[in-house]
């Protein structure tokens, strides 16, 4: 496993991170923790859930697993952001919000410390300041060590970067955005913006939901379980999945070419693009997170890259 640094910080973090917002829904617990456990086996340190997933299972479930002494060997991160209640305060990046969510988190994953607290996404309606005021309360608290962001815009992390400077506050130090062969448009300022300031990259959906593990194929049956089944059945006609699956099709020789699958293919992109620290791999079963994980033996030339260019054109979504 060749680890890499967590942006400007010390830490270093297993190319793969395990995203858990899978587990306690489409998951169970019992084989959560074996994929959790396995996550490990294999050299994964790096492990991201939320307190909004399946409103705080997950985080019990993640809690469960590294109970038995493999706390110390994981960089733990989670989430706040989301409405976990029916008041009108239950959600937001607010300071009384951020404050009574981390100690729910800190309760469910049976730690003391928060490796990595994200905002799960932006609040135009708080000040950032004000949110970063309370995250840095709980830096120097000791209940969190470093602080991120997911799906902020390339314009709120240098905002937030330049309050966290001018008022002496913990900086950001890792951003959370949807990057896919599909998904391309952070090429364009997000990902030179964090090159930039050395903010670490953790993409989550690295697979597009699905559309590149093979799953949909075109003129051939559909799957039984899918999220996108309803699109593709009500809207087979739509611009965008007519080029999503023509974009599948052209990829899977390449993918066979490589003597791996296409989500395999996928990821090994992923893990290659500059700037990137660590894609986020969701696996509903062990059989998926088997798969995963063999994207980190796939070689990626400039040959393949350019390839692959071709086909998912730089900065732009499909």
């Not at 799957?223 to 009500?234: M, Y």
């Not at 990821?267 to 798969?291: C, K, Y």
Request: glycine fraction near 8%.
């Amino acid at each position: 496993m060749q680890y890499r640094l967590l942006g400007r910080t010390g830490v270093r973090v297993s190319p793969l991170c395990l995203g858990c917002m899978n587990f306690g829904n489409r998951t169970n617990e019992e084989d959560a923790i074996r994929i959790i456990h396995a996550a490990l086996d294999a050299g994964i340190n790096f492990l991201d859930t939320a307190n909004v997933y399946s409103r705080g299972v997950s985080e019990t479930i993640v809690g469960k697993a590294l109970a038995d002494g493999r706390r110390e060997r994981v960089i733990l991160a989670t989430k706040v952001h989301g409405k976990m209640g029916d008041g009108p305060n239950d959600h937001g990046n607010h300071r009384q919000h951020i404050f009574q969510q981390v100690d729910a988190s800190l309760r469910r994953l049976n730690t003391d410390y928060i490796d990595l607290y994200q905002i799960h996404r932006p609040q135009p309606d708080t000040p950032i300041d004000e949110t970063l005021d309370a995250l840095n309360d709980l830096v120097r608290s000791g209940k969190v060590r470093y602080i991120g962001t997911s799906t902020f815009a390339a314009w709120q992390l240098v905002e937030a970067l330049w309050v966290a400077d001018s008022r002496h506050f913990t900086r950001f130090v890792c951003e959370q955005p949807p990057y896919s062969l599909f998904e391309r448009r952070i090429e364009r300022d997000v990902l030179p913006v964090c090159r930039d300031y050395n903010i670490a990259v953790i993409p989550w959906s690295p697979l597009a939901g699905g559309w590149l593990t093979g799953k949909y194929r075109a003129e051939q049956p559909l799957p039984e379980i899918g999220r996108h089944l309803k699109q593709l059945t009500e809207k087979p006609d739509d611009p965008s999945v007519r080029r999503r699956l023509e974009a599948v099709e052209a990829l899977i020789p390449l993918s066979q070419e490589l003597n791996c699958t296409l989500s395999q293919l996928a990821l090994a992109w992923n893990v290659a693009q500059p700037g990137i620290t660590a894609p986020i791999i969701g696996p509903r079963t062990m059989e998926h997170f088997s798969d995963n994980l063999g994207a980190l033996d796939i070689p990626m030339d400039a040959g393949i890259l350019e390839r692959i260019d071709q086909v998912c054109p730089k900065e732009q979504g499909l």
